[in-house]
């Protein structure tokens, strides 16, 4: 009998299961040809005894050898090395003559995004100077890995691997509508959430449900560049409504929705995007009146109400009595990874029902497993810690940030310091225009925008949201000194 206790190494803290420690072992000593084909591997109870586990431990890691085609079980002898090992010699993928390349260019012509939809390879730069998004370095990965990781070993993970509502885990759904009642003063269930990947997706498939081609959409002038072309893509015409310091001009909508109603309302009143100004409470007053008073449906885009500074946050629109006009939009990906894909839209049951059979065109369902982690962290509070320790974070960030642009920028530049959000919208003097200070500034290692995007079908504003969330001090006085050295 081979000493197997010294020839499979098992570590019960490793984060392999111990049945796959196990199953891994033996296929190295067979691939080793330790355990020659045909030898019959001990019985499960002796192997238990030899390795000092479960017997159920060593039945799960034969099953496993059985189901990757190690072992086969042989009536009266029971489980023996297989004749016929698997091929697991690695192939070379050599070009083979006579098969043709893979064409470079479609066919046939297709449908185009508007250029301004191109991806940024930000991940080529040693140094960013992103759009406004969270730091990941702070988000609780190891929590969230470590609750992704136990589901496995619950029992009701067949389920939650097989089914899942295409609305997303109503785990999530639930301790969610909690955060937002707590938060935002929802008065909202689980019926009246949707979990989606991210606000972006929110907004298309909100969008989608209330436009028809030829619809119009009063939107900010200038706007959050990829709420617009999820409006145009649909077909529908843009109102452009003016923004200042207030947030949107609501007189200037009141006149439009007096001539004729449009189909929608899109606005994001807690930090405008791009300019990242708070509509001021009368104005949010004013445009529930319009709401109501017209019937005007609204996506109310909440993307970053969780990071507010300098007073409490405002309350959405939506927690007001809407008569179901207005849908919210908000996102955890900036308040843990703009990689973790995980946004909601809430509505009324019905808009929520009928959003998810929208989704189903695209998309089956999210990612539960995600989902459900989170629901744990959102459960036994982890997540609200986070988020209390992100925004202590980000406040000292947003004011360290605007003293050094201030100190080193001087009157290269002007901003407002934001009330919250993870952005300064600086709008550069013509002198610099931004084109030429981001190549520069690329050049030495350190990505800015352009400004392009900010300007999507808008005149030129020579201005770009700097995000100072992700930068720790020492990054945001090394970008800022590259940026004194190329204006
Ligand atoms: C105003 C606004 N809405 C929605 C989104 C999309 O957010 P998410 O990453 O959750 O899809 C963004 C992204 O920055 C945004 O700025």
């Given at each position: 009998?081979?000493p197997f206790r010294t020839l499979i190494a098992i570590s019960k803290?490793?984060?392999?299961?111990v049945?796959?420690q196990i199953?891994?072992g033996?296929?190295?000593?067979?691939?080793?040809?330790?355990?020659?084909?045909?030898?019959?591997?001990p019985?499960s109870r002796e192997m238990a005894k030899l390795l000092e586990v479960h017997r159920q431990t060593v039945?799960?890691a034969?099953?496993?050898?059985?189901?990757?085609?190690?072992?086969?079980?042989?009536?009266?002898?029971?489980?023996?090395?297989?004749?016929?090992?698997?091929?697991?010699?690695?192939?070379?993928?050599?070009?083979?003559?006579?098969?043709?390349?893979?064409?470079?260019?479609?066919?046939?012509?297709?449908?185009?995004?508007?250029?301004?939809?191109?991806?940024?390879?930000?991940?080529?730069?040693?140094?960013?100077?992103?759009?406004?998004?969270?730091?990941?370095?702070?988000?609780?990965?190891?929590?969230?890995?470590?609750?992704?990781?136990?589901?496995?070993?619950?029992?009701?993970?067949?389920?939650?691997?097989?089914?899942?509502?295409?609305?997303?885990?109503?785990?999530?759904?639930?301790?969610?509508?909690?955060?937002?009642?707590?938060?935002?003063?929802?008065?909202?269930?689980?019926?009246?959430?949707?979990?989606?990947?991210?606000?972006?997706?929110?907004?298309?498939?909100?969008?989608?449900?209330?436009?028809?081609?030829?619809?119009?959409?009063?939107?900010?002038?200038?706007?959050?560049?990829?709420?617009?072309?999820?409006?145009?893509?649909?077909?529908?015409?843009?109102?452009?409504?003016?923004?200042?310091?207030?947030?949107?001009?609501?007189?200037?909508?009141?006149?439009?929705?007096?001539?004729?109603?449009?189909?929608?309302?899109?606005?994001?009143?807690?930090?405008?995007?791009?300019?990242?100004?708070?509509?001021?409470?009368?104005?949010?007053?004013?445009?529930?009146?319009?709401?109501?008073?017209?019937?005007?449906?609204?996506?109310?885009?909440?993307?970053?109400?969780?990071?507010?500074?300098?007073?409490?946050?405002?309350?959405?629109?939506?927690?007001?009595?809407?008569?179901?006009?207005?849908?919210?939009?908000?996102?955890?990906?900036?308040?843990?990874?703009?990689?973790?894909?995980?946004?909601?839209?809430?509505?009324?049951?019905?808009?929520?029902?009928?959003?998810?059979?929208?989704?189903?065109?695209?998309?089956?369902?999210?990612?539960?497993?995600?989902?459900?982690?989170?629901?744990?962290?959102?459960?036994?509070?982890?997540?609200?810690?986070?988020?209390?320790?992100?925004?202590?974070?980000?406040?000292?960030?947003?004011?360290?940030?605007?003293?050094?642009?201030?100190?080193?920028?001087?009157?290269?530049?002007?901003?407002?310091?934001?009330?919250?959000?993870?952005?300064?919208?600086?709008?550069?003097?013509?002198?610099?225009?931004?084109?030429?200070?981001?190549?520069?500034?690329?050049?030495?290692?350190?990505?800015?925008?352009?400004?392009?995007?900010?300007?999507?079908?808008?005149?030129?504003?020579?201005?770009?949201?700097?995000?100072?969330?992700?930068?720790?001090?020492?990054?945001?006085?090394?970008?800022?000194?590259?940026?004194?050295?190329?204006?």
């Amino acid at each position: 009998m081979l000493p197997f206790r010294t020839l499979i190494a098992i570590s019960k803290n490793s984060g392999t299961p111990v049945y796959l420690q196990i199953a891994n072992g033996l296929v190295n000593l067979i691939r080793e040809g330790i355990i020659k084909p045909g030898t019959a591997l001990p019985g499960s109870r002796e192997m238990a005894k030899l390795l000092e586990v479960h017997r159920q431990t060593v039945v799960a890691a034969y099953e496993e050898l059985f189901a990757q085609d190690w072992v086969e079980t042989v009536p009266r002898k029971g489980v023996m090395v297989a004749q016929h090992l698997p091929d697991i010699k690695a192939r070379t993928l050599k070009k083979t003559p006579g098969i043709p390349a893979y064409a470079m260019n479609a066919g046939f012509s297709f449908h185009k995004m508007p250029a301004a939809v191109s991806p940024i390879r930000m991940g080529e730069y040693r140094l960013l100077i992103n759009d406004g998004f969270p730091d990941s370095r702070i988000a609780p990965v190891e929590l969230l890995m470590r609750e992704y990781k136990s589901l496995f070993n619950k029992p009701s993970m067949k389920q939650v691997l097989m089914y899942g509502s295409t609305a997303g885990s109503p785990n999530l759904r639930a301790e969610l509508g909690r955060f937002l009642s707590d938060t935002r003063g929802l008065n909202i269930n689980v019926g009246n959430i949707m979990m989606t990947h991210g606000a972006q997706m929110a907004i298309f498939i909100a969008a989608r449900m209330i436009l028809q081609p030829g619809s119009t959409v009063l939107v900010g002038e200038s706007n959050y560049f990829m709420a617009n072309i999820i409006f145009q893509q649909l077909g529908a015409k843009l109102i452009r409504v003016p923004v200042d310091e207030n947030g949107l001009d609501v007189d200037e909508i009141a006149r439009i929705c007096k001539k004729k109603k449009p189909d929608l309302l899109y606005v994001i009143p807690h930090h405008h995007h791009p300019t990242t100004v708070t509509m001021s409470s009368e104005r949010r007053m004013k445009l529930l009146q319009l709401i109501r008073e017209y019937k005007l449906p609204a996506i109310e885009d909440d993307y970053d109400f969780d990071f507010h500074y300098n007073s409490s946050p405002v309350l959405p629109l939506a927690s007001a009595d809407h008569g179901g006009l207005v849908v919210y939009i908000g996102s955890l990906t900036k308040s843990l990874s703009t990689s973790i894909r995980i946004g909601y839209l809430v509505g009324t049951a019905d808009f929520i029902q009928e959003a998810a059979m929208f989704r189903r065109m695209v998309d089956t369902r999210g990612d539960n497993l995600m989902e459900e982690a989170l629901a744990v962290l959102f459960k036994n509070g982890d997540m609200v810690r986070h988020l209390k320790k992100s925004v202590k974070l980000y406040h000292e960030r947003r004011d360290l940030f605007c003293n050094l642009m201030e100190k080193e920028l001087g009157e290269l530049v002007s901003f407002r310091k934001p009330a919250g959000g993870m952005a300064v919208w600086a709008r550069f003097h013509k002198r610099n225009p931004l084109p030429a200070i981001a190549a520069k500034a690329a050049a030495k290692g350190l990505y800015i925008s352009d400004g392009a995007s900010y300007n999507y079908q808008t005149d030129s504003q020579n201005a770009l949201r700097m995000g100072f969330a992700s930068l720790n001090e020492k990054e945001m006085e090394e970008a800022f000194s590259i940026l004194r050295s190329v204006m």
